[in-house]
T-cell receptor, first 113, second 112 residues
Framework: NAGVTQTPKFQVLKTGQSMTLQCAQD?????MYWYRQDPGMGLRLIYY???????DKGEVPNGYNVSRLNKREFSLRLESAAPSQTSVYFC????????????FGPGTRLTVL | KQEVTQIPAALSVPEGENLVLNCSFT??????LQWFRQDPGKGLTSLLL?????REQTSGRLNASLDKSSGRSTLYIAASQPGDSATYLC???????????FGKGTKLTVNP
């Protein structure tokens, strides 16, 4: 039982490049989330998915797209990376019931030059 | 819009001390409140979750309380240890929403 896994752990991009961050969970959770964490800003929700086939915007969705590929996987895509997207990205999942504790992955540290 | 505040931003204590971390929120219509721990370079680990109908939750040396009407929660750590050094974040879930709103955290250092 690996919990929530994220790949890659580190990535450096040039401005304008694209990339996809991968996330998978093996806890059979319905809900999955993408956050970014920046110094002084705390954790902010980018997108979330309440169930397979559904996605909704969070607080800071601009510049990102997501895909809920199946119940296990939820990917985050940067189509044209910008320096403002330099951050640490966390994926999380939750069952909502009976108790909706969120379980977090180890994070992806992304630098955009 | 819900806002979550954690004060202080950083706290340094000697080993063995009992301590309290504070979390306040502006909208009392919450569904639950969670306390997380984050070690440097790592993801978040859930410590305690308090439902809106509950007053407190305990796990080992940790006790979290919730006063919904005043918009406050506290995390009490008894007999602190150097291994407790980490950043502690609280997050609230609004009723009718799946989203969590996080505070910016309190960085705790327990000195041997």
């Amino acid at each position: 039982n690996a919990g929530v896994t994220q790949t890659p752990k580190f990535q450096v991009l040039k401005t304008g490049q694209s990339m996809t961050l991968q996330c998978a969970q093996d806890m059979n959770h319905n809900s999955m989330y993408w956050y970014r964490q920046d110094p002084g800003m705390g954790l902010r929700l980018i997108y979330y998915s309440a169930s397979e086939g559904t996605t909704d915007k969070g607080e800071v969705p601009n510049g990102y797209n997501v895909s809920r590929l199946n119940k296990r996987e939820f990917s985050l895509r940067l189509e044209s990376a910008a320096p403002s997207q330099t951050s640490v990205y966390f994926c999380a999942s939750s069952s909502l019931a009976p108790v909706d504790t969120q379980y977090f992955g180890p994070g992806t540290r992304l630098t955009v030059l | 819009k819900q806002e979550v505040t954690q004060i202080p931003a950083a706290l340094s204590v000697p080993e063995g001390e009992n301590l309290v971390l504070n979390c306040s929120f502006t909208d009392s219509a919450i569904y639950n409140l969670q306390w997380f721990r984050q070690d440097p370079g790592k993801g978040l680990t859930s410590l305690l979750l308090i439902q809106s109908s509950q007053r407190e939750q305990t796990s080992g040396r940790l006790n979290a309380s919730l006063d919904k009407s005043s918009g406050r929660s506290t995390l009490y750590i008894a007999a602190s240890q150097p291994g407790d050094s980490a950043t502690y974040l609280c997050a609230v879930r609004q009723g009718g929403s799946e989203k969590l709103v996080f505070g910016k955290g309190t960085k705790l250092t327990v000195n041997p």
